[in-house]
């Protein structure tokens, strides 16, 4: 099972959010700004503080969520955990939604 949520959370992790904060709301493509990475700090190069606003906190949601809810709902804590709360960082990081970037 711990498998299975680890691979769901590098999923979400993966979902690039700001970019499509940039897309959607600003009309933007946000990988033309600042250090041309997909990120909450080039939504507010582009956008401002209200979309960075935005993108933050959907960015932070893509890790919190899924290790909360593995704490609150299955109990899992220490080494069991461990490996879900690293899979949204790396989904972030490497995502195939992204080609891997």
């Keep these: 099972m711990v498998f299975i949520w680890?691979?769901?959370?590098?999923l979400l992790g993966a979902l690039?959010?700001?970019?499509?904060?940039?897309q959607w709301g600003l009309r933007k493509e946000i990988r033309d700004y600042g250090d041309k990475n997909p990120g909450a700090t080039n939504?507010?190069?582009?956008g401002g503080f209200t979309?960075?606003?935005?993108?933050?906190?959907?960015?932070?949601?893509?890790?919190a969520v899924p290790v909360g809810l593995a704490?609150?709902?299955?109990?899992?804590?220490?080494?069991?955990?461990?490996?879900i709360a690293l899979a949204?960082?790396?989904?972030h990081a490497f995502s195939p939604f992204l080609q891997w970037r």
């Design 6 to 10: 680890t691979l769901l959370t590098f």
């Design 16 to 22: 690039p959010f700001s970019v499509w904060v940039g």
């Design 43 to 46: 939504v507010f190069r582009a």
């Design 51 to 63: 979309w960075f606003g935005l993108a933050l906190a959907l960015d932070v949601s893509k890790a």
């Design 71 to 83: 704490y609150q709902i299955f109990g899992w804590q220490g080494w069991e955990i461990l490996p």
């Design 88 to 91: 949204a960082p790396l989904g």
